[in-house]
Nanobody, 123 residues
Framework: QVQLVESGGGLVQAGGSLRLSCAAS????????MGWFRQAPGKEREFVTA????????SYADSVKGRFTISRDPAKNTVYLQMNSLKPEDTAVYYC????????????????WGQGTQVTVSS
């Protein structure tokens, strides 16, 4: 099992930026991909972006492409999500997750989840 702890959420105005962090511990060697999902009130949890630990290959949802950047630091077992040009529709709880599969976009392919961090974008 992999333990994940997110940080960096908060309140920001539209057009602003935030950087989220996800620190991983435990059986991190069993995870191939790290992903970020988000869930807005009354909506399903949706895929945002993912990255492989080894080669750094990435995948993005169309809604965040060009605005969000995922990166990882294997030496620190930490994944980052840089969010720029934030919009009110980006408001959600953001979750970090670990997967044994390559760049999955489905929630079902992720085995371990963090507790989430709130991101609120005001207009």
């Amino acid at each position: 099992q992999v333990q994940l702890v997110e940080s960096g959420g908060g309140l920001v105005q539209a057009g602003g930026s935030l950087r989220l962090s996800c620190a991983a511990s435990g059986r991190t060697f069993s995870s191939y991909t790290m992903g970020w999902f988000r869930q807005a009130p009354g909506k399903e949890r949706e895929f945002v972006t993912a990255i492989t630990w080894s080669g750094g290959s990435t995948s993005y949802a169309d809604s965040v492409k060009g605005r969000f950047t995922i990166s990882r630091d294997p030496a620190k077992n930490t994944v980052y999500l840089q969010m720029n040009s934030l919009k009110p529709e980006d408001t959600a709880v953001y979750y970090c997750a670990a997967s044994r599969y390559w760049l999955g976009r489905s929630r079902s392919t992720y085995d371990d989840w963090g507790q989430g961090t709130q991101v609120t974008v005001s207009s």
